[in-house]
């Protein structure tokens, strides 16, 4: 017979859909096990932090966290200091470099004359390329000894009523710490703000000029209201890069474990450089351990920063409604 | 009169949209702006609140007088002119992390208008006035996104009219929404020329005859013809508008 019945074309078609449908499975398949990749990476790299950090987690308990001395002599090690050095150098970062580069990049876009907008911007993302070990050297051989010599004496002057600006002055110190860490976020926040302020619709922006509104009004009420789940993505990029940041940071930050007070001026430590200080003279066992203990401290703080900006990502975008189209 | 233009020529660069364009509107009624797209129909109504002048390379010559006033004098701040002159875009822009509420008191708190009481009272007055209030009045709270796409038209009419403009400008204010919610909008716009000199653009015939009393027809950036709308669409006088009416080209 010639004539194929309507049975088996349906049959064929079928067929066809099936190898059509294998070659989905199979590129389904790759997508899993690379994604399954990624995440072995992740579960490895928190496996072998606390798997090593087991026997100085099992030796001091918490008092890792609140120690001060990080002592291989005497076999005693807590990191309480450089905790503590971590978050307010972070921190310090993070509160004038939201200012200055939301600032900056609003300036980018809505007041800098146009022939010079494209360059400035270039110049800004080029902090960014700048390697760490470089602002260390800038950090450790002009801004220390000027912050030393000029700025606390000054601060302290006038400011000196606060108790983050009381004490010797030191020039490396958590203060010069921090202010290297605002140059190096600074270029993260303002060229993610620089962006998605320029996404904000043309539409937005003249609702608010049609009423009347002044050029910092729109701003103000439809720009910077329609740019903040972006602007609070770079600086959620900036956070982390601040919590992890260990070349520049231990060039300058001076590598004692004071004791914990709210002076900016005196030196400290941060746990990546705890790492980066010890982990070359590291022994095995318990000192070993303990370096390992400071990465696993590391990883949990950026973990809990990124979970806790999520969490405000997504409870931001709930309440911002879909505008027609 | 409402507004006089005087000789006004346009610029985008050194592209120029509009040729000379010499106009008066009445201080009452609506006046609707036809032409095909790309005809400068737009850019016109822009000029009326020098809204022009925000795009980048946009230039102004020539006069626009509004109540007397010349808007483009060299004292004249254009945030004044547009506190005064009301604007309607085509796309429905309400503030979407703001509360309908807000998204009507909005201009009035910017320009110091009123507070308390006599805020809610405006705002209630203007979403009245817009058609909207019995629709919204049980959720001013709520985002001004949550609302339909008509909807959303008439709150931004709303916060137009609650600042008490002189002038409404309306810049194809039915084009983004359904056959329903346009039917609303025109209606809103016959209630409004009651009270107010309202110009609207549109590339709809049909809608330019049925809520302009007079119609003005734009051709490649030039005034070509301009008359009482019945007159206008039934005896045209040149051959542009003629050709342009019955669909000889678009």
């Known amino acids: 017979m010639q004539q194929s019945l309507p049975g088996t074309r349906n049959v064929a078609r079928l067929l066809r859909w099936g190898n059509r449908r294998l070659s989905d499975t199979i590129f389904r398949g790759i997508t899993i096990l690379l994604v399954l990749f990624v995440v072995a990476i992740v579960a490895g790299v928190a496996w072998i932090l606390i798997s090593n950090s087991m026997p100085a987690i099992q030796k001091f308990g918490f008092r890792f966290l609140t120690n001060q001395a990080f002592d291989p002599v005497h076999n005693v090690f807590g990191v309480g200091p450089a905790i503590f050095g971590t978050l307010v150098t972070s921190a310090f970062a993070i509160l004038f470099a939201i200012p200055i580069g939301v600032g900056t990049a609003i300036f980018l876009v809505d007041f800098c004359p146009r022939p010079i907008q494209s360059p400035l911007a270039f110049i800004v993302e080029l902090l960014a390329a700048v390697p760490s070990v470089i602002y260390g050297l800038f950090g450790f051989l002009v801004l220390a000894p000027w912050l030393q010599g000029s700025a606390e004496p000054w601060l302290q002057k006038y400011l000196g009523f606060l108790p983050f600006f009381q004490g010797a002055f030191h020039g490396l110190s958590l203060f010069t710490a921090g202010v290297i860490l605002v140059i190096m976020v600074l270029p993260l926040i303002t060229s993610v703000s620089r962006e998605v302020i320029l996404t904000t619709p043309t539409t937005q922006r003249e609702a608010l000029l049609a009423l009347g509104a002044t050029r910092w009004e729109v701003i103000r009420h439809a720009v910077l209201p329609y740019s903040r789940i972006g602007i609070t993505g770079g600086v959620i990029l900036a956070l982390g890069r601040a919590l992890g940041e260990t070349m520049a940071v231990t060039m300058v930050v001076g590598n004692q474990a004071s004791p914990i007070s709210p002076g900016l001026f005196n030196s400290g430590y941060t746990l990546a450089s705890v790492i980066a200080n010890q982990f070359n003279e590291a022994t095995p066992g318990l000192f070993f351990s303990a370096v390992i203990e400071a990465g696993l401290l590391v990883f949990i703080i950026t973990l809990i920063t990124n979970i806790i900006a999520r969490v405000l990502i997504y409870r931001m975008g709930h309440r911002v409604g879909g505008l027609a189209t | ?250």
């Not at chain 2, 734009?218 to 008359?227: K, M």
């Open chain 2, 1 to 250: 009169m409402a507004i006089e233009v005087r000789n006004l020529n346009v610029w985008y660069g050194r592209s120029q949209a509009l040729h000379d364009i010499t106009l008066t509107i009445e201080s009452q009624g609506a006046t609707a702006i036809i032409g095909p797209s790309g005809c400068g129909k737009s850019t016109f109504v822009r000029c009326l609140n020098r809204m022009h002048e925000e795009i980048a390379g946009g230039r102004v010559e020539g006069e626009v007088l509004v109540e007397g006033i010349n808007i483009y004098e060299r004292s004249i701040q254009p945030v004044y002119v547009r506190r005064h002159i009301g604007m309607v875009f085509q796309r429905p822009n309400p503030l979407p992390t703001r509360s309908i509420f807000e998204n009507v008191a909005i201009g009035l708190r910017l320009n110091g208008l009123a507070r308390g009481d006599a805020l809610k009272e405006i705002v209630e007055r203007s979403l009245t006035q817009a058609a909207l209030w019995d629709e919204v009045k049980d959720r001013l709270n709520e985002s001004a996104g949550q609302l339909s796409g008509g909807q959303q038209q008439r709150l931004c009419i709303a916060r137009a009219l609650a600042i008490e403009p002189k002038i409404i400008l309306m810049d194809e204010p039915a084009s983004a929404l359904d056959p329903i919610s346009t039917f609303q909008i025109e209606d809103l716009m016959r209630e409004l020329r009651k009270t107010y000199p309202v110009v609207i653009v549109t590339h709809n015939m049909q809608q330019a005859a049925r809520v302009a009393e007079k119609t003005v027809f734009f051709l490649q950036g030039r005034l070509i013809e301009q008359g009482e709308t019945g007159k206008f669409f039934s005896r045209p006088q040149k051959k542009e508008t003629e050709d342009y009416i019955s669909g000889r080209f678009s």
